[in-house]
């Protein structure tokens, strides 16, 4: 298996656009968590999904902000619109039982300017 | 939830066994201690897990006492690839839902 991949790697993006964060879990995997880092405040959880059903999203800093996951291999974090402190680097996870193992993807550097 | 106290950072020579500490004071019965890795640029890696006395894989040791308020993770004969820092964990039975990482432990490798 490829690992978690998230897409893109890289984005830089004008303040008030929207932004779509994507993930793709490990195949088999059937929970998924949406992480964002920052020098700051460090790995904050944003959302964790359990067999695809969000489960607890109070990580979530605001209504801008808002994750989902359509299939068990496929997840979006969206922001919109965005604002020069949403840039962060945002990682995803998955495991394949709740409170397993999580394998984060390299995650995508979001530049808001 | 448990919180985790670990030393911000630690310096240690090539070849030296490392020692990172890390107290949870209120970690509850069904909780297990877990660590991470994470270099530059990349995302968070498993490297142990834990629930009492002392748990080895071909990374790590950890070892926890049996009131189980503080955890330790050794890392044998440090080379400078394990730069990185280094996370303590405390994770409910039940997942990772609303579990923080805190600042981890920077580890600097000198040659």
């Known amino acids: 298996d490829a690992g978690v991949i998230q897409s893109p790697r890289h984005e830089v993006t004008e303040m008030g656009q929207e932004v779509t964060l994507r993930c793709k879990p490990i195949?088999?995997?059937?929970?998924l968590f949406w992480y964002r880092q920052t020098m700051m405040r460090g790995l904050e959880l944003l959302i964790y999904f359990n067999n695809n059903v969000p489960i607890d999203d109070s990580g979530m800093p605001e209504d801008r902000f808002s994750a989902k996951m359509p299939n068990a291999s496929f997840s979006t974090l969206k922001i919109q619109p965005s604002e020069p402190r949403d840039s962060a680097v945002y990682f995803c996870?998955?495991?394949?039982?709740?409170?397993?193992?999580?394998?984060f993807g390299q995650g995508t550097r979001l530049t808001v300017v | 939830l448990a919180k985790t106290t670990q030393p911000i950072s630690m310096d240690s020579y090539e070849g030296q066994e490392v020692n990172i500490t890390c107290s949870h004071n209120n970690i509850a019965t069904n909780d297990y201690i877990t660590w991470y890795q994470q270099f530059p640029s990349q995302g968070p890696r498993f490297i142990i897990q834990g629930y009492k006395t002392k748990v080895t894989n071909e990374v790590a040791s950890l070892f926890i006492p049996a009131d189980r308020k503080s955890s330790t993770l050794s890392l044998p004969r440090v080379s400078l690839s394990d730069t990185a820092v280094y996370y303590c964990l405390v994770v409910p039975s039940g997942g990772y839902q609303k579990v923080t990482f805190g600042t981890g432990t920077k580890l600097q490798v000198i040659p």
């Open positions: 996870a998955s495991s394949f039982a709740v409170g397993g193992q999580a394998f």
């Open positions: 195949s088999g995997h059937n929970s």
